[in-house]
């Protein structure tokens, strides 16, 4: 049996949708725009259309069950379906796409909203949970490896992050004043004092644009490090961050969990 071309081109259609979600979504692991895959859809649906109306014949196969469908009279009861099912789908779409929404805006934005339970990054998936700085045990076991250690993230906090979180990380970079929401102040209680190290992967790993949606609705500048950043990097400048100020990491099993 042969696949009729209407259904052909549909699937040639899916497949380069779905391939585009995949290479995207699942391996380069990038969110696509959806104005974005919508002109690529529109390149690819116009590059199909010709391919399979490339000859008279072609042209004709595509549109055969079309053409049934609008003229054949054993076909009445096919045809009412789909000229009323249409216009309701359309008709619903619009309606979907105009009104307005009564979800209540977020007002307050949540400064640290709950990380999510996994974290991709370098190829892996990281448990937020269970991760610790590998760097952390060297604090008892071999201090002089750990002076070394938090060293090497002071270079890498200098080298990436005090044009925005300061030099003396007190959120009062450069940078800083042009900045909406503002730099976290790593000497302020209020912020790496109440969490853990696994909390401040995530966040440096994946930034503002990693934030969900309790975060919103400022748009944190804070960069994507994992984009910058190896892995061992972002464990050693949190290292520094602790040291640096003085502070201890929270740790699990905490007065407030
Ligand atoms: C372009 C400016 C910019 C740079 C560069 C930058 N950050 Fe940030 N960072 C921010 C802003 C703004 C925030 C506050 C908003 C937010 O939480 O995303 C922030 C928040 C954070 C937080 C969250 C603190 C908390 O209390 O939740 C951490 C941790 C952090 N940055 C670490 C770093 C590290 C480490 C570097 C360098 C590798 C760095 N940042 C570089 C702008 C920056």
Same mark, same amino acid.
């Given at each position: ?15 380069? +949708? ?18 974005? %895959?919508? =002109? +690529? ?18 042209? *004709? ?15 009445? @009861? ?9 216009? %309701?789908?359309?008709?619903? +779409? ?12 977020? $007002? ?22 269970? =991760?610790?700085?590998?760097? *952390?045990?060297? $604090?008892?076991?071999?201090?002089? $490896? ?10 890498? +906090? ?7 979180? /300061? ?11 042009? @900045? ?22 995530? *966040? ?6 990693? @934030? ?18 190896? $892995? ?15 502070? *201890?990491?929270?740790?699990?099993? /905490?007065?407030? /969990?």
């Amino acid at each position: 049996m042969r696949i009729p071309k209407l259904l052909q081109a549909v699937l040639v259609l899916a497949v380069v +949708y779905f391939g585009f979600i995949v290479v995207f979504d699942v391996i380069l692991e990038q969110v696509i725009p959806s104005s974005l %895959l919508a =002109m +690529y859809m529109f390149f690819v649906v116009a590059g199909v259309f010709m391919v399979f109306t490339f000859t008279d014949a072609g042209a *004709r196969q595509l549109a055969a069950p079309i053409k049934a469908l609008v003229e054949d009279p054993s076909r009445r @009861l096919a045809r009412n379906i789909v000229f009323v099912i249409l216009p %309701l789908a359309a008709g619903w +779409y619009a309606y979907e796409k105009m009104s307005p929404s009564f979800e209540a805006p977020v $007002e307050l934005r949540s400064i640290h909203p709950a990380p999510p339970t996994t974290l991709k990054a370098y190829g892996k998936s990281f448990d937020i949970i269970k =991760m610790e700085n590998p760097f *952390r045990h060297l $604090e008892k076991d071999k201090p002089d $490896e750990f002076r070394k250690r938090v060293s090497e993230g002071a270079a890498v +906090y200098i080298q990436n992050c005090h044009f925005c979180h /300061g030099d003396k990380l007190d959120g009062k970079g450069p940078y800083a004043q042009a @900045l909406n929401p503002v730099p976290a102040n790593f000497q302020d209680v209020g912020t790496i004092a109440q969490l853990q190290e696994s909390y401040l992967f995530w *966040r440096i790993a994946s930034g503002g644009p990693g @934030l969900p949606k309790e975060a919103a609705p400022w748009i944190s500048s804070m960069p994507v490090w994992k984009d910058f950043l190896s $892995e061992e990097e972002i464990w050693k400048v949190i290292l520094f961050l602790y040291d640096y100020t003085g502070q *201890r990491p929270r740790s699990f099993g /905490g007065d407030h /969990g």
